[in-house]
């Protein structure tokens, strides 16, 4: 007997995706050889936006009901990313920051939607800072083209714009999906400034109610600083779900007190610490895959230790702490029973479905 696992319905809305299920069955086979279903990639399934901490505090739809826009140059995405109004904002070819690079604070409201494979910010980081009901999604990010930096505290040169990150998230910012999307800088390998481009996406001080989900990170150092300090304290309440994580140093995350959750990731090669909690976090940690990864799951680097509540992850030609045993509980207060993949599975459904051009 072979069994057909889910497979899925797309219809595209514009404050995210919504996938209809179709039902699961088995049938009997005439022959002896059994042929193994490939596995269903379950992309934002059965529920219409986020899964995770961003469907709470009332759900984040952006700029659902507004007017939708087209962006295809930095004046344009500018103006309306600043514009008080709801608006869904279609990106459509890489918008480019140039070598001195830019910012654009984004207001409440607001779907950054990149069209196809081509919404692409070279050089043009995000930020948001207390705001709220935000939606980035299918867009591609960089810094790695600014050549605009200053000498930071470390004395290492830093990129000057957006403090070097794609996205940071700070000040009272609530209910942010990132979603669909790609980050990456150079091979750090190559690139041995650690501070150079700063985070991936970054969440600091009150900012809460966050979910990161399909998404690509690879070629990079610090990829995500939840808190930015050990005396940044909170419940930043944020969910990582099926993202996809290459060659990055370390920062998958770092995270520094409240709680979060970790489920469906799949981290290759991150060989200086992976996921770290700190400061009292009690991070749940739920059927993620890690291959070649060094300290998948520890806590380093802070004077109060941060937990970890885990639960069937899988761990392949990895070292350092693998812990299997939880230290605090956490049980998110949201439904995501239908979205897990098989830790088994994660790898394939989570390389085939993170990204750009995927929804």
């Known amino acids: 007997m072979t069994c057909s696992f889910p497979t899925f319905k797309r219809a595209h809305v514009l404050l995210g995706l919504c996938l ?3 039902s699961f069955s088995c049938a009997k086979k005439t022959t002896t050889a059994i042929t193994a279903a490939a596995p269903a990639v379950p992309a934002a399934a059965a529920m219409v936006g986020p899964i995770g901490f961003a469907a709470e505090n009332g759900g984040t739809t952006g700029g659902a009901g507004g007017r939708v826009v087209t962006a295809a140059t930095l004046s344009e995405l500018t103006a309306y990313a600043t514009n008080n109004e709801p608006l869904v904002i279609k990106i459509t070819s890489k918008i480019s920051g140039g070598a001195e690079g830019a910012s654009i604070n ?12 081509a919404g692409f910010l070279e050089g043009v980081g995000l930020n948001i800072t207390s705001r709220r009901n935000i939606i980035i999604q299918n867009l591609k990010f960089t810094m790695s083209t600014v050549t605009n930096t200053y000498s930071n505290d470390e004395g290492r040169q830093q990129v000057a714009v957006n403090d070097g990150d794609c996205v940071t998230i700070q000040g009272s910012s609530q209910n942010i999906w990132v979603d669909h999307c790609e980050f990456f800088n150079k091979d750090p390998e190559t690139q041995p400034n650690q501070d150079l481009y700063d985070g991936l996406v970054d969440a600091k001080a009150e900012s ?3 979910t990161i ?6 070629d990079h150092h610090k990829c995500h600083l939840i808190g930015s300090s050990d005396k940044d304290g909170g419940d930043r309440k944020i969910t990582f779900h099926h993202n996809y994580y290459s060659n990055i140093h370390e920062r998958v995350p770092v995270y520094r007190f409240g709680t979060g959750h970790m489920f469906n990731n799949y981290y290759r090669h991150v060989y200086g610490t992976g996921i770290n909690a700190r400061m009292g976090a009690c991070l749940r940690v739920e059927k993620n895959y890690f291959e070649d990864v060094k300290n998948p799951i520890v806590s380093k680097n ?7 509540d885990v639960a069937d ?4 030609a990895c070292s350092g702490s693998q812990p299997t045993t ?3 509980a956490f049980m998110p207060p949201y439904r995501y029973a239908e979205m897990l ?4 599975e994660v790898k394939t459904v989570v390389m085939r479905g993170a990204g750009v051009g995927k929804l």
């Open 20 to 22: 209809l299920p179709a």
């Open 208 to 210: 809460a109610y966050i």
């Open 313 to 316: 992850n899988f761990f392949a």
């Open 302 to 308: 802070s004077v109060v230790p941060g937990q970890w």
């Open 341 to 344: 993949t098989p830790t088994a």
């Open 106 to 117: 984004v207001k409440s409201n607001k779907t950054l939607l990149g069209v196809g494979n």
């Open 213 to 218: 989900s399909w998404s690509y990170f690879h």
């Open 326 to 328: 939880s230290t605090c």
